[in-house]
């Protein structure tokens, strides 16, 4: 079992920055392929950016490419993603996610344990 709490949304105007952490709790993080998705109202849940076991590899959706970073600290069991130049359209509500596959899926599906979200709203 791993549980998620994320933190660190919050209003910013257009073209700030914020940096969301993700907690996991339990021994076994290490092993999880770890990603961010987000939600605007009224739209699917998306995929942001996606980093494996031990941070060699990353993903990230064409949208945050250039902006957005994701890393993750095992020894803290923590994933982080700084969000840089911020725009209107990255306002959505920001889900850290947990997947036991070996891979860094764009899919919701494949991942297992989810956070319950954290708010960011970028205003113009």
């Known amino acids: 079992q791993v549980q998620l709490v994320e933190s660190g949304g919050g209003l910013v105007q257009a073209g700030g920055s914020l940096r969301l952490s993700c907690a996991a709790s339990?021994?076994?993080?290490?092993?999880?392929?770890m990603a961010w998705f987000r939600q605007a109202p009224g739209k699917e849940r998306e995929f942001v950016a996606g980093?494996?076991?031990?941070?060699?590899?990353?993903r990230y959706a064409d949208s945050v490419k250039g902006r957005f970073t994701i890393s993750r600290d095992n020894a803290k069991n923590m994933v982080y993603l700084q969000m840089n130049s911020l725009k209107p359209e990255d306002t959505a509500v920001y889900y850290c996610?947990?997947?036991?596959?070996?891979?860094?899926?764009?899919?919701?599906?494949?991942?297992?344990?989810w956070g319950q979200g954290t708010q960011v709203t970028a205003s113009s």
């Open positions: 980093i494996t076991v031990y941070g060699s590899t990353t």
């Open positions: 339990g021994r076994t993080f290490s092993t999880y392929v």
């Open positions: 996610a947990a997947s036991r596959a070996n891979y860094i899926s764009g899919a919701e599906a494949t991942y297992n344990y």
